[in-house]
């Protein structure tokens, strides 16, 4: 099973910064890594998949990068509502499909 | 438009089973597979199970396998996951969800039922 680690595990950050979340496999994923924003009460929400591809009707303020082992999350401008938590997920082998325990990031 | 709509609250002793629902609406049912994904409160995203509903081939995770059973009924576009023998800690928010693309195998989950929240407790 592929182990997932975020860091950090919380974020605390000002409107208008730059927010930048890791995800560390733990052997290769290749580029198949998404990321989801959850807010309370919410189901997730798909916001990079592939490591890069932004999901539909994603701000371009959200951004992925990385392949293999190390991937960002980076999130421009922040605005309040981008106050949740964030997941990782690999799908490169399953099952099963496995999950990163989460960075929560919280606007100042 | 595109939907996922999950049956309601349930409230099981401990040994009962569960059975939740998932219909779907607004796509091409048997083209993208539907995958559980269940969340404890306050806890972190853990993935069930997946099934094709084009042929009703299922993948387990390997923590539930010998608990779980995800079915489907295509006439009715719905999707059923029964969870057997619950134990408080199977108390969490069953959510159900879809590839984001036209493909079956595609586990980019772009998207998700509500969830069914799940209250095991004597």
């Known amino acids: ?108 | 438009q595109v939907q996922l709509v999950q049956s309601g609250t349930e409230v099981k002793k401990p040994g009962a089973s569960v059975s939740v629902s998932c219909q779907a609406s607004g796509y091409a049912f048997k083209t993208y597979g539907l995958s559980w994904i269940r969340q404890a409160p306050g806890q972190g995203l853990e993935w069930m199970g997946w099934i094709n509903p084009g042929n009703g081939n299922t993948k387990y995770s390997q923590k539930f396998q010998d608990r779980v059973s995800i079915t489907v009924d295509a006439s009715a576009s719905t999707v059923y996951m029964e969870l057997n023998n619950l134990g408080s800690e199977d108390t969490a928010v069953y959510y159900c969800a879809r590839g984001q693309s036209g493909r079956v195998g595609d586990l980019s989950f772009g998207v998700w039922g509500k969830g069914t929240t799940v209250t095991v407790s004597s």
């Open chain 1, 1 to 108: 099973e592929i182990v997932l680690t975020q860091s950090p595990a919380t974020l605390s950050l000002s409107p208008g910064e730059r927010a930048t979340l890791s995800c560390r496999a733990s052997q290769s994923v290749g580029s198949f890594l998404a990321w989801y924003q959850q807010k309370p009460g919410q189901a997730p929400r798909l916001l990079i998949y592939d490591a890069s591809n932004r999901a539909t009707g994603i701000p371009a303020r959200f951004s992925g990068s990385g392949s293999g082992t190390d991937f960002t999350l980076t999130i421009n401008s922040l605005e309040p509502e981008d106050c949740a938590v964030y997941y990782c997920q690999q799908r490169i082998t399953w099952p099963p499909i496995t999950f990163g325990q989460g960075t929560r990031l919280e606007i100042k």
